[in-house]
């Protein structure tokens, strides 16, 4: 990848910003970058060479730490046993309507995986949500959204790469789990070093130091669990997100975590979604009949499968705000075509559901 390339991309990723600028729009940077990415890409003037391997290593990390951000806006300490419980319930109503719901779709747009879109139609995006519910005043109703949204994003990120595999089933899934066991052994290795003020230490001396030694270990932990996720046929979304939860268990500092945004949303990430947004050709959506069929049923099916929030009295505004969905759609789209679970047609019919059901939020 030459350095102009590179540039190129930077510049192609401040049309997320640019177009978040005007508040009346509110559409999120990713979206932004998704969609320059589509104009550059397979699916408009295919200026983006998608299949260069430093192209494609640099959206990988970026892929990587959207995955850890998403793990770390899930704080498990902070859920009440109150919002907790009507969460799971509303949880288990939404998953078996996601089921039907998947059924239904994957019959009418000959999919041939409703797990998968089972998956989908029941995920939220609590990366999305969060940051626009920080300003609302708190209540029980709030507190139940954000439980719901954060344990929603928990389980179809772990439940996501076992139905994007075609082949090596057992490897993925021995591969999954040691990722997990490496992350649970690092919670309760920063749990232990924390305890023995070891990890203030470190921060301390970073910040009078100007070291970054928060970010160098962040960094190397998730690149180093993610490699081995690489190696053992796992992917790299359980390694990043398994990380984002154990380092958000613990307590990340406001400095770390402004430095992984600096990293992330400053370079990595926008590569990743105009990347993600040049590698899918949207066009072929619509030469297909099954297709053009699945992006609409799709739409509906998300929002279909959260309605059973109504029933525990939560505002309508939540219900939509819980079924905008972002991280998991692309997660799969990114999985399904390496894996060749996913059509190019199909990769199209699924994002352009999910940037649809994001105008839910506005």
């Known amino acids: 990848m030459s350095i102009q390339l590179l540039g190129g991309l930077i510049v192609a990723g401040l049309v997320g910003p640019l177009l978040r600028i005007p508040k009346r729009w509110g559409v999120p940077v990713a979206v932004g970058e998704l969609l320059i990415g589509a104009i550059l890409g397979d699916s408009g003037f295919k200026k983006i060479p998608v299949a260069d391997p430093s192209l494609k290593l640099f959206a990988t990390v970026g892929f990587a730490l959207l995955m850890f951000g998403a793990g770390s806006h899930i704080d498990y300490r902070t859920l009440t046993k109150k919002s907790f419980e009507k969460a799971i319930w509303i949880l288990l109503a939404n998953f078996g309507l996601a089921v039907v719901v998947a059924v239904v779709i994957d019959?009418?747009?000959?999919?041939?995986?409703?797990?998968?879109?089972?998956?989908?139609?029941f995920s939220s995006s609590a990366a999305l949500v969060i940051p626009l519910v920080e300003s609302v005043a708190p209540s029980l109703s709030l507190s139940i959204l954000i439980t719901q949204v954060t344990?929603?994003?928990?389980?179809?990120?772990?439940?996501?790469?076992?139905?994007?595999?075609?082949?090596?089933?057992?490897?993925?899934?021995?591969g999954a789990l040691l990722v997990l066991a490496l992350s649970v052994v690092i919670y309760f290795a920063l749990r232990?070093?924390?305890?023995?003020?070891?990890?203030?230490?470190?921060?301390?001396?970073?910040?009078?130091?100007?070291?970054?030694?928060?970010?160098?270990?962040?960094?190397?932990?998730?690149?180093l669990v993610a490699a081995v996720a690489i190696r053992f046929h796992a992917s790299v979304m359980i390694a990043g997100f398994t990380l984002g939860v154990a380092f958000a268990s613990i307590g990340v500092p406001h400095r770390l975590s402004r430095q992984i945004f600096g990293v992330s949303e400053g370079l990595f990430a926008p590569i990743y979604f105009v990347w993600?947004?040049?590698?899918?050709?949207?066009?072929?959506?619509?030469?297909?009949?099954d297709t053009i069929i699945l992006a609409i049923l799709m739409c509906f099916g998300?929002?279909?499968?959260?309605?059973?929030?109504?029933?525990?009295?939560?505002?309508?505004?939540?219900?939509?705000?819980?079924?905008?969905?972002?991280?998991?759609?692309?997660?799969?789209?990114?999985?399904?075509?390496?894996n060749h679970i996913v059509t190019a047609g199909q990769a199209g019919a699924i994002m352009l559901s999910a940037l649809i059901t994001i105008l839910f939020t506005i």
Do not use: C, M
């Open 276 to 289: 993600l947004g040049a590698s899918i050709n949207i066009r072929q959506t619509f030469h297909s009949r």
């Open 107 to 121: 019959h009418f747009a000959h999919f041939h995986n409703w797990k998968l879109l089972a998956v989908i139609s």
């Open 302 to 338: 998300a929002l279909i499968a959260h309605l059973p929030s109504a029933l525990f009295a939560q505002p309508k505004r939540n219900i939509f705000l819980a079924s905008a969905q972002l991280g998991i759609p692309a997660a799969a789209v990114t999985l399904g075509s390496e």
């Open 192 to 223: 232990y070093a924390k305890g023995k003020g070891w990890l203030d230490l470190a921060h301390g001396v970073s910040k009078l130091d100007h070291l970054g030694l928060e970010l160098r270990i962040s960094l190397a932990t998730l690149l």
């Open 151 to 174: 344990l929603a994003d928990a389980i179809a990120f772990v439940a996501l790469p076992f139905f994007t595999q075609k082949t090596n089933r057992v490897e993925a899934t021995v």
